[in-house]
């Protein structure tokens, strides 16, 4: 039942390290595109006074989420959310948590996901995104670059998003960026903040 992603389990870590700097010291955190689940569980241990909502677009993936996070009394049951849909599962949430979505989906998705936090989140709160990014109009790596022409290969509307696009959409729905991390692996942690 529980899958397991290679690459959630190397950047747990240092995502983590980042997220307690960033996080509020309460509320729910909504995470979007929880994936296989490894993620939020370890998440939610290390940081056991916030409240977690796992969430994936796909229906299939909420028993791997569900296997490793039943055991958390921080974790609620995961639940369906698709950024398209106007209506999301969870009315307020303290921060929004997004891993390794925007490249992996359509532009659309990005822009859908930018207007439902901006719903969803309470002034001041938190959304942290990381991925891959383009800075300044180019790859930050050769690797980022192959990566981008191999999701692309597989679906023309992926790819390796501008970090300068995804603050521009941000901004638009009332974002400020505060940081911009770098990360092992040339990712990024992208902090912004409501206004």
């Known amino acids: 039942m529980r899958r397991t992603a290679p690459a959630a389990e190397r ?13 509020p010291a309460r509320g729910l ?5 929880s994936g296989t689940g490894q993620h939020t569980a370890h998440f939610a241990e290390a940081l ?10 796909d229906e299939g993936s909420l028993p791997s989420i569900a296997a490793w996070t039943d055991s958390l009394s921080n974790v609620r ?4 959310l698709d950024v398209h849909q106007p209506n999301w599962p969870v009315a307020s949430a ?11 989906s359509p532009w659309q998705s990005t822009l859908d996901l ?21 800075r300044f109009g180019g790859h930050t790596a050769p ?3 192959a990566f981008d022409a ?25 974002f400020t960026l505060e940081e911009a991390v770098a990360m092992p692996a040339n990712n990024f942690s992208v902090v912004l903040r409501k206004g």
Not at 50 to 55: A, E, F, I
Not at 115 to 134: E, I, K, N, S
């Open 143 to 145: 690797s980022n670059a």
């Open 48 to 57: 056991p006074a916030l409240d977690w909502q796992p969430t994936e677009a």
């Open 150 to 174: 191999d999701l692309r290969s597989r679906d023309p509307s992926w790819g390796v998003r501008d970090m300068e696009a995804v603050e521009a959409v941000g901004r638009g729905h009332g």
């Open 11 to 23: 950047n747990k870590g240092p995502i983590l390290s980042v997220l307690t700097r960033v996080l």
């Open 114 to 134: 930018m207007a439902g936090a901006a719903r969803t989140l309470a002034p001041r709160g938190v959304m942290f995104l990381y991925g891959p990014y383009r």
């Open 77 to 80: 049951e995961p639940v369906v």
């Open 29 to 33: 955190v909504l995470e979007i595109a």
């Open 94 to 104: 303290a921060a929004i948590v997004c891993i390794n979505m925007i490249h992996i």
